[in-house]
């Protein structure tokens, strides 16, 4: 399953060390993901996570079982329950240990975490932003529901913190597997609020998820219209410039150069 994870269509596969894995198991799945990761035949084209246990003794043990023996494929490393700036900068600390400079993806789902959210995204390490709802319901005593109002406030401090420390902001998982539109319409939503990603538990979500991320050709073709009006308002000294009966300013040509950037790394358009 490790080897075949890369095969599902996601950007990042994370092999997880933390949850998934019994008290009792968690050395075999260090051997397990380790030996993955130092096979000179996985090379997958997509990036590779592991995610370790909170930071301490078990993430420790984590780390030095993944890098035992030698080289090994890997680009990030997830950091769940992240309350603080520190525990990403002590990561970081035993990552050197094992010569490994690799960012972080701190996981936020805590309510630490969430009120220190800003402080986690600028430390220099943090990548980005992710977004754990169950864990943190489960941390302030919420019920979850399927409107999620109850992690909303959170979901978009979130997004807040991610944007004002210019790092990525990954949305929460979507636990009923086999609810398609369920997880199509809470994509959308994340969409909405400002999440560059969002994390899937099952191979089948990937697409949903991407497609949701994938702008469509109505957005594709205003982001173009409204880029190459901005070239010639540009040539001609003007900040402001009517597209389609629109009035156009900076905020909203932010928005063209976002959906021209997701359509570029969707690799089905190309937006000039």
């Given at each position: 399953m490790l080897r075949k994870a890369p095969d599902a269509g996601a950007d990042v596969v994370v092999f997880d060390l933390e949850d998934a894995v019994a008290p009792e198991r968690k050395a075999a799945a260090?051997?397990?993901?380790?030996?993955?990761?130092?096979?000179?035949?996985?090379?997958?084209?997509?990036?590779?996570?592991?995610?370790?246990?909170?930071?301490?003794?078990?993430?420790?043990?984590?780390?030095?079982?993944?890098?035992?023996?030698?080289?090994?494929?890997?680009?990030?490393?997830?950091?769940?329950k992240t309350g603080g700036p520190g525990d990403v900068e002590t990561l970081g600390r035993l990552l050197a240990?094992?010569?490994?400079?690799?960012?972080?993806?701190?996981?936020?789902?805590?309510?630490?975490?969430?009120?220190?959210?800003?402080?986690?995204?600028?430390?220099?390490?943090?990548?980005?932003?992710v977004f754990g709802a169950e864990d943190l319901s489960a941390d302030i005593g919420a019920s979850r529901t399927a409107e999620g109002t109850e992690v909303l406030y959170a979901r978009e401090?979130?997004?807040?913190?991610?944007?004002?420390?210019?790092?990525?902001?990954?949305?929460?998982?979507?636990?009923?597997?086999?609810?398609?539109?369920?997880l199509a319409a809470e994509t959308a939503f994340a969409v909405q609020l400002g999440y560059d990603g969002k994390m899937a538990i099952h191979p089948a979500q990937v697409g949903p998820i991407n497609d949701a991320f994938t702008p469509d050709d109505a957005e594709i073709a205003w982001a173009r219209r409204i880029l190459e009006a901005r070239e010639a308002a540009d040539a001609e000294g003007r900040g402001v410039f009517r597209v389609d009966d629109e009035m156009i300013d900076a905020p909203l040509v932010a928005r063209a150069e976002r959906i021209a950037e997701r359509a570029r790394a969707a690799g089905g358009f190309e937006v000039e």
């Amino acid at each position: 399953m490790l080897r075949k994870a890369p095969d599902a269509g996601a950007d990042v596969v994370v092999f997880d060390l933390e949850d998934a894995v019994a008290p009792e198991r968690k050395a075999a799945a260090r051997e397990s993901v380790h030996d993955v990761l130092a096979d000179p035949d996985f090379d997958p084209d997509c990036e590779v996570c592991v995610r370790v246990n909170p930071t301490g003794i078990a993430a420790d043990d984590d780390l030095t079982g993944v890098f035992a023996d030698g080289d090994v494929r890997l680009d990030t490393v997830m950091l769940p329950k992240t309350g603080g700036p520190g525990d990403v900068e002590t990561l970081g600390r035993l990552l050197a240990e094992h010569d490994a400079d690799l960012p972080v993806l701190a996981l936020v789902e805590t309510a630490a975490g969430v009120l220190s959210a800003a402080d986690i995204a600028a430390v220099d390490r943090t990548d980005a932003l992710v977004f754990g709802a169950e864990d943190l319901s489960a941390d302030i005593g919420a019920s979850r529901t399927a409107e999620g109002t109850e992690v909303l406030y959170a979901r978009e401090h979130t997004v807040l913190a991610a944007s004002a420390g210019d790092v990525d902001a990954i949305d929460t998982v979507y636990t009923a597997i086999e609810e398609r539109d369920g997880l199509a319409a809470e994509t959308a939503f994340a969409v909405q609020l400002g999440y560059d990603g969002k994390m899937a538990i099952h191979p089948a979500q990937v697409g949903p998820i991407n497609d949701a991320f994938t702008p469509d050709d109505a957005e594709i073709a205003w982001a173009r219209r409204i880029l190459e009006a901005r070239e010639a308002a540009d040539a001609e000294g003007r900040g402001v410039f009517r597209v389609d009966d629109e009035m156009i300013d900076a905020p909203l040509v932010a928005r063209a150069e976002r959906i021209a950037e997701r359509a570029r790394a969707a690799g089905g358009f190309e937006v000039e």
